[in-house]
């Protein structure tokens, strides 16, 4: 009989590939946590792939989502309406899984409701890229935004994995980041249908507003070792090829961290160097996160390329 207590929950809509990045998420965790169940939320079509290719016993728990909330905000504004276990982790389907989650589990538990984050965002969080992000800094209107919603702090959140544990709490934050979304107007966050090749709106700043609001506390993003995830650079993590062996080259120094970022390698390693000049700004030690998170569109095909190795074997293609 499966324990109920606490459970894994994955989300897939739109092609079928997503569906198979989910699939290959969940063969991952699977080696390191084999009691545990996963949940699924996903569409009729996805429900019927599963069944079709006898794959259904990868999800304990399979649950149809309704159209609304096949979306980004409408499965992350709505988690309230999917917990299925006690003690529930959301993922995103772009995530493998390195080490065993026992400790991880333990980390979270105090908590009712959290997200990995960082405590104070940077001035890019949702809001305008590149150099006109200058503009809204001439202009405080980050200090405008937060005063005319009455709040202090405004924390970075990282939605790839999320905690909740308390059926109020949850429906709580995601109710007031519904109303946030709905007021995007009066901020200065800018909506992510605007980027080029994005055609999804982002839940991440609203869920970072809703938090602040109910005075809810980020789950620390970077913990060297005991990170729970870390964004996949090529640059920065060694790997095998289906991701058994990870390590990634993590700077504590949060400044120096951030120029992974930087799409061009050569001005990178550049900065890098030269920040590597004051005493203890290079460091950096070698670590295995919990998850390695695909995050960045740049860095997307190794991830690609083995979930779709997985879906083939699973398949016997």
Known sequence: MTNMKQGYIYVSYGTTKYLTHAVASALTLRRFDKERPIAIVCTKEHLDVLQQQGLSDIFQVRHQIEPENASIVGFKHHL????????????????????????????????????????????????????AVLKDMLLRRRQRTLKRFGLTYLSRVQSGVIYAQDVEQTKQVCQIAQEMLSRIEETHFQSRLKESGRNM?????????AMSKLDI????????????????ISNYTTHDADFEQVFCQYYPDAFVY???????????????????????????????PYCLHFGWLHEKQPFLDFAERQWEGLIGK
């Open 80 to 131: 309230d309406k999917f917990l299925f276990f006690e003690q529930n982790i959301f993922l995103d389907s772009d995530i493998v899984w390195c080490k065993p989650p026992n400790s991880l589990w333990q980390a979270f538990s105090p908590f009712s409701f959290t997200i990995t984050g960082t405590q104070i965002a940077d001035n890019f969080f949702g809001a305008a890229k590149g150099i």
């Open 201 to 209: 709106e982002s839940c991440e700043w609203s869920l970072a507003m």
């Open 217 to 232: 506390p980020v789950y620390p993003w970077f913990q060297g070792q005991s990170s729970v995830q870390l964004d996949y």
């Open 258 to 288: 951030s120029l992974r970022g930087l799409k061009s390698d050569g001005l990178q390693k550049m900065l890098t160097k030269i920040c590597s000049l004051i005493p203890g700004k290079g460091d950096y030690m070698k670590v295995t």
